[in-house]
């Protein structure tokens, strides 16, 4: 099985900062990674897919980048609703990372 | 409006059964992969299941062989069986669109508890 790790677990940051969030697999997956934002109580939005693809209606601030087995989101320019808990996930057997909560 | 709805969650005693639904709505719903995903409150995602347009299934390996999941095109349904349930099932159960690469449609979750 393909294992996902994300760090960091936690990360605390201000508006206004770049953050980047890094995910690595246990083997290459090429391009098969997607990112998501989880608010409390809400369900998981997908932000990116295929590492790099901005899904649509998501501000141009979020970006991914990477290939094989290690990849980032970064979030250039926080804003207040983008504190939130991120999560990884390759797209082969759809396995996700632990998660990185991004605080204040 | 896209939209997915999830029904069927519950309190259950170990080694119980218990059948979740998902209502599609606003997309052609054979045209696309399904997944059930689920959360432990406080916790992260666990992929739970996929079907396929052709109807093809895939689960890990900690609910193969007690979940099945199934869909009914014709209603526009997905269906999650879970048989032979304990503690460590108890999370929200979201039913997902599967997409090219990514999960793109989630439902708000339904809530299955397993406890005595």
């Known amino acids: 099985d393909i294992q996902m790790t994300q760090s960091p677990s936690t990360l605390s940051a201000s508006v206004g900062d770049r953050v980047t969030i890094t995910c690595r697999a246990s083997q290459s997956i090429t391009s098969w990674l997607a990112w998501y934002q989880q608010k409390p109580g809400k369900a998981p939005k997908l932000l990116i897919s295929k590492a790099s693809n901005l899904e649509s209606e998501v501000p141009s601030r979020f970006s991914g980048s990477g290939s094989g087995t290690e990849f980032t989101l970064t979030i250039s320019n926080l804003e207040p609703e983008d504190f939130a808990t991120y999560y990884c996930?390759?797209?082969?057997?759809?396995?996700f990372g632990q998660g990185t909560k991004v605080e204040i | 409006e896209v939209q997915l709805v999830e029904s069927g969650g519950g309190l259950v005693q170990p080694g119980g059964s218990l059948r979740l639904a998902c209502a599609a709505s606003g997309f052609t719903f054979s045209s696309y992969d399904m997944h059930w995903v689920r959360q432990v409150v406080g916790k992260g995602l666990e992929w739970v299941s996929v079907i396929g347009t052709n109807g093809n299934t895939n689960y890990p390996g900690s609910v193969k062989g007690r979940f099945t999941i199934s869909r009914e095109n014709v209603n526009n349904s997905l269906y999650l069986q879970m048989n032979s349930l304990r503690a460590g099932d108890t999370a929200v159960y979201y039913c997902?669109?599967?997409?090219?690469?990514?999960?793109?449609?989630w439902g708000q979750g339904t809530t299955v508890t397993v406890s005595s």
């Open positions: 997902v669109r599967g997409a090219y690469s990514g999960m793109d449609v």
């Open positions: 996930q390759q797209y082969n057997s759809w396995t």
